[in-house]
């Protein structure tokens, strides 16, 4: 079973605006990692947070992380076309082995 | 190399045949992984490759995937056999297990072989 879910499954955008996604897990995690992947290709590694933190930006990414609630959200700001993908997001809890949720697809309208 | 390279990028083959993937990771990464993404999915978790370490073979959905690592270095994944339900993109990932860069487990992804089962 997937440990961590992405929500929604689809966001439609218009440039400009921002874009929230969010995932929830089950178990107890040691990091939290958000990875996006274009089109026919491989996934890309995009920002991770620690279990002991709260909050972490990256250029226009904010991820917060709440592991009371096990979530977590990925914020994108101003969003571009370019941004159009899927994301992921990926946990490990205790193995080396992350285990990713079935995304989020992005589109961001120009 | 600069990335994670995975050969070939496409493969259709007809049910019952056996294909083989191949993976080759960054230099120096001692741990692989190969996962797979079938349409709309997310990813599944295939089998994991540490070092010299038996390697976890617990997500192999059946005993027609199998996967060797050569050398600790490029990988091969084997389905026998194939069935229409193997059609999916077959991702490998690679990371670092020593150095500054090794304590985040971030993954380095290859751009997928897609595998078409006719």
């Known amino acids: 079973s997937q440990q961590g879910e992405e929500d929604p499954q689809a966001l439609s955008i218009q440039e400009g605006e921002n874009a929230t996604m969010n995932c929830s897990y089950k178990t107890s995690i040691n990091n939290l990692q958000w990875y996006r992947q274009n089109s026919g290709r491989g996934l890309v590694h995009l920002i991770l947070i620690r279990s002991n933190e709260r909050e972490k930006h990256s250029g226009r990414l904010r991820v917060t992380l709440d592991t009371s609630k096990k979530s977590s959200s990925l914020l994108i700001t101003a969003s571009r076309a370019a941004d159009t993908a899927s994301y992921f997001c990926a946990t490990y809890s205790g193995s080396y082995i992350p285990t990713f949720g079935r995304g989020t697809s992005l589109i961001v309208h120009p | ?118």
């Open chain 2, 1 to 118: 190399g600069a990335g994670v390279s995975q050969s070939p990028s496409n493969k259709v083959t007809e049910k019952g045949k056996d294909v083989e993937l191949r993976c080759d990771p960054i230099s120096g990464h001692t741990a692989l992984y190969w996962y797979r993404q079938s349409l709309g999915q997310g990813l599944e978790f295939l089998i994991y490759f540490q070092g010299n370490s038996a390697p976890d073979k617990s997500g192999l959905p059946s005993d027609r995937f199998s996967a060797e690592r050569t050398g600790g270095s490029v990988s091969t994944l084997t389905i026998q056999r194939t069935q229409q339900e193997d059609s999916a993109v077959y991702l490998c990932a690679s990371r670092p297990t020593s150095g500054r860069a090794s304590g985040a487990n971030v993954l380095t992804f290859g751009a997928g072989s897609r595998l078409t089962v006719l």
